[in-house]
Structures are given as structure tokens and as C-alpha cells.
């Protein structure tokens, strides 16, 4: 393997392909505060407007394993510009999309191009940057950059749908990818790959085909009413296409996903800390400006800065975590910011009944705590496997964090609707088109002349029982990854090294 660009452009490349992830991971969140606009300016159904949200995650998800392989293949540096192509071209194309159709389509398409790029950028930074304790900064560094991103999508969202028109939500991609191209070119390290590995395109489709089954499975048991065919059919191809695609990598000399890397404690605790981490604050965020826009009246811009405060509270934490991770250990970084994450949404939920800064102050915190973990989750899953298996180890990363939020929507946001459903109780006269989601009873109270506001009270408390039990679910789920990873992690505490490949541990 070897290297035409000094080390001297490490720190410019950390900018460069945190820009490249900026862009990825704001993708995530940007329709968070746009989806209401969208789901009315294309007519689109609840059904449609979840996908319009889910493509993207979903085919990421299902196509990061092979962009990580292929990379390993054909060089990092190739795949992050192929993969900036792709995603200024599919960005275009949704930002003048004319249907709803024709933008989960667009959305699947801009996928493509964040999965052959995400894996390229940590796997870049892991080839470039030798020392371990730099390496774990600028891991830090870039695990932070996925929470900004994140969080910055639903400010970027409400800013621009206050300003322009819904297509801008996409358009905004565009000079980006061209700025981070052009510094590529100059400054990222020109790495050989190694063409003696094969590149297998079954298995990656093989994964995509079991996430997809698995996801069109628990959306449809969310709204399955009387008939189960739908959703039992889906979780079957899920589970065949899952244990096939087991079997496979199990089977080959090069496989796409090497279940071994597993057995390190660290690499295992690192990928639950990214999904769990991702599901709770992609749960939060979506359920959160939902509410303030639907019961609130809250414009997408105030909504989305309203969670951006979760990135505030996350940005020291992280970067201060990934620094002093050397001394301070795994275990309490990563265990510890779960714990502390959990606890901060219970004290969010007090702030539905109790007064907004409650609400803001536990939204700071979560920030604190899963900023802390997902900085160094990175480094645990990096700093533990080959160098020669590093886009299968950012591949592996990744689809982590995509999982997560992925299934953030799916789950929280087909409960935060189901509960809303079976929990709303209309007032006599109401049309029943109210008790499909909150957004139909909020154009119907307004359509009445008379019994509006009672209409409007009555799927108002509903929303926000529903908004409850969505964050008491998220905070359950980061105590749980808290449990599991503080006895996963019981050897890795302050002062022991962030990596133990070599020692096997």
C-alpha cells in the first residue's frame, strides 16, 4: 500500500471529508422539519411521506458492506469522489422532483452516493492518521460531525423552507459537493486498494433485501388492524434473506461482513453504542418537531433549532471524550454517556407539562451524554480492527448509525402515529379523517366553524401522550445499551488503551 500525498494534508482531509459526512448525515434529519411541507406540497400519504424519510436510511444502510469492501478493493479516495458524483446528481434530482413517487426515488438514488461515500471518510482518516492518540482526536472529531449534521438538518430545513421554495431543502447539496470534490482531488492520500479482493454484490443485495423486509415488516405490524399477511410475509424474506446471507459470508475467503471481528468486546460495544445512540437522538429530534410544529404551531425553523440544542450540549463532550479517552477509558465514555443520555430524556418528558426549559435542559444533556459516547463508539470499532480491514470496519460503523436511525423512524415514528390513533378521543361531530393522524385533525379543527378548538384540545392531549411514551421508549433503549456495554466493557476502563486488536481482548 502506498501513499502519494504527505501527512502534512491530514488535518485538510479531516475538513474535506467531514464535509462529505456533514452532508450525509444532514440528509438524515433535513426532512424532519421539511416532511409536513413536503407532505402537502406533493400530496403525499402518511405512508408515502415515511418513505420519503426512509429510503435514504434504508438503502444506505443496505449498501454500505459492499461500498466498504469495494473500497478496500479499488482505494478510499476513489470511492469518497465517485461517491460525491453520485450525491450532487441525486440531489438535483430530488429538488425538482414531481411527485412523491419521484422523490423516494430520488432519495433512494442520493443513498447510493452517501453509501459509496461514508465508508471512504473514516477509512481515510484511519489509513492517514498513524499516532493513535491523533487518530482518536480526529475520530472524535468526525463522530462529532455526525451529531451537527444531524442536528443541524432540521435547522437548515426550517431556514430554507422559510425562505425558498421545498426543492432548496436538496439544492443546498450541490455546491458542497463540488467544493469538497475539487479539495479532494488535491488533498486526500492517493491509496492503492487491493484488486485481489473480490468485490461481492450479492451479499451487499442480500443485506438490502433482508433490512428492507425487516423495515416494511414492523411498519406494516404498526397499521396490520385485522389482516397480519402483509407484515408476517415480510418478516419471512427477512429472516431467509438474513440467514442466506449469514451463511454466505460464513462460506467465503473474502466475505463482505467477517463475523470474527465481533469476539473484541470493544468493536462489539462500539457498534451497539452508534446504533443505540442514533436511535434514541434520531427518535427524539423527529418526535420532538413534530410536536412543536403540529401542537405548537411552531414554524420548521423554530422546531429545528429547538432540538439543535441537543448538538450544542454534545459538540465539548465529544471532542473533550475522544482527547482524553487515553485516560479516561471506554467504559465510562461510552457506557456512562448512554447512562446519562437516558436520564436526560426523562427530564425532557417533565418539561412537556412543567415549562419548556425543562425540556431544553434535558435536551442539553442528552446531547452531553450521547456526544461523549458516539465520539469515542467510532474509535472503539476503528481502533480495533486491521488496517488492511478498514472499510469494512467503517462499513460496519456505519451501517450502525444508519440502523439506528433508521429504525428511530420506523419504530418511533409508526408509534408516535399508532398511539396517537388509538388514543384520540373526538369530540361529537368531528369528521373521522381527525383520527388518522394529528396533521388531518389539525386541517379538520380548522375547517369547522364550530367545536374547532374543542377538536383541536382533544388531538392535542392525545399527540402528547404519544410524544411521552416515543421519548420514555428512547431513554429505555440507551439504559439498555448503558447495561450492555458497561459489562461488555469492564476491562476497558480509565487508563487502558482504546485499542486491543493485537491483544485479542
Given amino acids: 500500500m502506498t501513499m502519494t500525498s504527505p501527512h502534512a494534508n491530514r488535518w485538510l482531509l479531516l475538513l474535506t471529508v467531514g464535509a462529505g459526512l456533514l452532508l450525509i448525515t444532514l440528509d438524515n434529519s433535513v426532512l424532519y422539519t421539511a416532511l409536513p411541507t413536503l407532505t402537502r406540497e406533493l400530496h403525499a400519504s402518511a405512508t408515502q411521506g415515511l418513505w420519503i424519510i426512509n429510503a435514504y436510511p434504508l438503502v444506505m444502510a443496505g449498501l454500505l458492506l459492499g461500498a466498504g469492501t469495494l473500497g478496500d478493493r479499488i482505494g478510499h479516495r476513489r470511492m469518497f469522489l465517485v461517491g460525491l458524483v453520485l450525491f450532487g446528481v441525486a440531489s438535483l434530482c430530488a429538488a425538482f422532483a414531481p411527485s412523491a413517487g419521484f422523490l423516494i426515488a430520488a432519495r433512494a438514488f442520493l443513498a447510493v452516493g452517501a453509501a459509496a461515500m461514508m465508508p471512504a471518510t473514516l477509512a481515510l482518516i484511519r489509513v492517514t492518521f498513524e499516532d493513535e492518540r491523533e487518530r482518536n482526536i480526529a475520530i472524535a472529531i468526525w463522530g462529532s460531525l455526525s451529531v451537527v449534521g444531524a442536528a443541524l438538518g432540521p435547522i437548515v430545513g426550517g431556514f430554507l423552507l422559510g425562505h425558498f421554495w421545498w426543492g432548496s431543502v436538496f439544492l443546498i447539496n450541490v455546491p458542497v459537493v463540488v467544493v469538497a470534490f475539487l479539495a479532494t482531488l488535491v488533498v486526500a492520500p492517493k491509496i492503492d486498494g487491493d484488486p485481489s479482493k473480490p468485490w461481492d454484490v450479492v451479499s451487499s443485495l442480500q443485506a438490502l433485501v433482508a433490512l428492507s423486509a425487516l423495515v416494511i415488516a414492523i411498519k406494516e ?8 399477511t402483509t407484515p408476517v410475509a415480510a418478516l419471512a424474506v427477512a429472516v431467509v434473506a438474513a440467514t442466506v446471507f449469514v451463511r454466505r459470508q460464513l462460506c467465503m ?3 463482505l461482513l467477517d463475523f470474527s471481528i465481533f469476539r473484541n468486546n470493544a468493536f462489539l460495544s462500539g457498534t451497539f453504542a452508534a446504533a443505540f445512540s442514533l436511535f434514541a437522538i434520531g427518535g427524539v429530534q423527529l418526535a420532538t418537531t413534530q410536536r412543536f410544529q403540529l401542537v405548537e404551531g411552531w414554524t420548521p425553523l423554530e422546531a429545528g433549532l429547538l432540538v439543535s440544542i441537543a448538538a450544542l450540549g454534545s459538540l465539548p463532550t465529544a471532542i473533550l471524550g475522544g482527547a482524553f ?6 467504559r465510562f465514555l461510552i457506557a456512562g454517556g448512554m447512562a446519562v443520555g437516558s436520564l436526560s430524556i426523562l427530564l425532557a418528558t417533565y418539561g412537556i407539562g412543567h415549562g419548556l426549559g425543562w425540556l431544553i435542559a434535558g435536551l442539553f444533556l442528552m446531547g452531553a451524554g450521547v456526544g461523549a459516547c458516539m465520539s469515542v463508539a467510532s474509535t472503539a470499532i476503528m481502533g480495533n480492527a486491521p488496517v488492511h480491514r478498514a472499510g469494512m470496519a467503517s462499513s460496519v460503523e456505519e451501517v450502525s448509525y444508519e440502523f439506528g436511525s433508521l429504525f428511530a423512524v420506523t419504530i418511533l415514528g409508526s408509534l408516535l402515529a399508532y398511539l396517537y390513533t388509538v388514543n384520540v378521543i373526538l369530540p361529537e361531530g368531528s369528521p373521522t379523517i381527525a383520527r388518522d393522524s394529528m396533521a388531518a385533525a389539525m386541517e379538520a379543527a380548522n375547517a369547522l366553524a364550530a367545536g374547532g378548538d374543542s377538536l383541536r384540545s382533544a388531538a392535542s392531549t392525545a399527540f402528547d401522550g404519544a410524544y411521552t411514551a416515543v421519548l420514555y421508549t428512547a ?7 448503558s447495561l450492555v456495554t458497561a459489562v461488555l466493557l469492564r476491562d476497558y476502563g480509565p487508563g487502558s488503551e482504546s485499542s486491543a486488536y493485537q491483544t485479542g481482548h
Avoid: E
Fill in 325 to 330: 479517552l487515553h485516560v479516561i477509558g471506554l
Fill in 221 to 228: 405490524m404498526a397499521h396490520a388492524g385485522s389482516s397480519w
Fill in 253 to 255: 475467503t473474502f466475505p
Fill in 475 to 481: 431513554a429505555a433503549v440507551l439504559a439498555a445499551g
